[in-house]
């Protein structure tokens, strides 16, 4: 397997633009994770899916973060819109099973000018 | 709110000394506790994941304790090598429904030839 896999690697908005982060989770893998890191925080859980479903959205910042999981093999994290202080490196990772351990894609660095 | 401590937040060792770091976390509704090693300009990778109080986990130069009625768990590098240097994260999975896997801010270890 490819392993957890996010796109792009870079990405460069302007304020106010809607930026869209993908990840493609390890096959198999039945809960996947959106983490943003940030100096001041570290990894910050943003939301997490078990089986498609999303089970716990309590760390997504405002309204204007939303993510999605349409099928076992995609998912998404949106910003809209987006502004400077989203800019940070926002991590995708999946699991077997709870409790098992985490695979990391190689994260999406975002800034906003 | 899920509380992951991790100290010191950072330490800088010479070649050769042996080292240890802690991890504190909620000693109730526990389901795991995970060790990860972040390389700078790499993604988290698994190092141990436990969950039985008592547990201990080796690899290499590499071992890690858990006292889950505590809370606290310990990551032990004995000899410590410049390879070894990066960030060592924690990070707590809760048990029933929730499944979160929170991170802690990290041990930055520096090893010097």
Same mark, same amino acid.
Request: hydrophobic letters at 30%; charged letters at 20%; aromatic letters at 12%.
């Given at each position: 397997?490819?392993?957890? %896999?996010?796109?792009?690697?870079?990405? $460069?908005?302007?304020?106010?633009?809607?930026?869209?982060?993908?990840?493609?989770?390890?096959?198999?893998?039945?809960?996947?994770?959106?983490?943003?890191?940030?100096?001041?925080?570290?990894?910050?859980?943003? %939301?997490?899916?078990?089986?498609? $479903?999303?089970?716990?959205?309590?760390?997504?910042?405002?309204?204007?973060?939303?993510?999605?999981?349409?099928?076992?093999?995609?998912?998404?994290?949106?910003?809209?819109?987006?502004?400077?202080?989203?800019?940070?490196?926002?991590?995708?990772?999946?699991?077997?099973? %709870?409790?098992?351990?985490?695979?990391?894609?190689?994260?999406?660095?975002?800034?906003? $000018? | 709110?899920? *509380?992951?401590?991790?100290?010191?937040?950072?330490?800088?060792?010479?070649?050769?000394?042996?080292?240890?770091?802690?991890? +504190?976390?909620?000693?109730?509704?526990? =389901?795991?506790?995970?060790? =990860?090693?972040?390389?700078?300009?790499?993604?988290?990778?698994?190092?141990?994941?436990?969950?039985?109080?008592?547990?201990?986990?080796?690899? /290499?130069?590499?071992?890690?304790?858990? *006292?889950?009625?505590? /809370?606290?768990?310990?990551? =032990?590098?004995?000899?410590?090598?410049?390879?070894?240097?990066?960030?060592?994260?924690?990070?707590?999975? /809760? +048990?029933?429904?929730?499944?979160?896997?929170?991170? /802690?801010?990290?041990?930055?270890?520096?090893?010097?030839?």
């Amino acid at each position: 397997d490819a392993g957890v %896999i996010q796109s792009p690697r870079h990405e $460069v908005t302007e304020m106010g633009q809607e930026v869209t982060l993908r990840c493609k989770p390890i096959s198999g893998h039945n809960s996947l994770f959106w983490y943003r890191q940030t100096m001041m925080r570290g990894l910050e859980l943003l %939301i997490y899916f078990n089986n498609n $479903v999303p089970i716990d959205d309590s760390g997504m910042p405002e309204d204007r973060f939303s993510a999605k999981m349409p099928n076992a093999s995609f998912s998404t994290l949106k910003i809209q819109p987006s502004e400077p202080r989203d800019s940070a490196v926002y991590f995708c990772a999946s699991c077997r099973d %709870i409790g098992a351990e985490a695979f990391f894609g190689q994260g999406t660095r975002l800034t906003v $000018v | 709110i899920l *509380n992951v401590e991790q100290s010191p937040q950072s330490l800088h060792v010479q070649e050769g000394d042996s080292t240890n770091f802690t991890c +504190s976390f909620p000693s109730s509704n526990f =389901y795991a506790l995970h060790w =990860y090693r972040w390389e700078t300009a790499k993604s988290p990778e698994a190092l141990f994941v436990m969950t039985l109080n008592g547990d201990e986990k080796k690899k /290499g130069r590499i071992s890690a304790t858990l *006292n889950t009625k505590e /809370g606290y768990s310990y990551l =032990y590098i004995k000899g410590s090598q410049p390879e070894d240097s990066a960030t060592y994260l924690c990070a707590f999975h /809760g +048990s029933g429904n929730t499944g979160k896997l929170i991170f /802690g801010q990290g041990t930055t270890l520096q090893v010097k030839p």
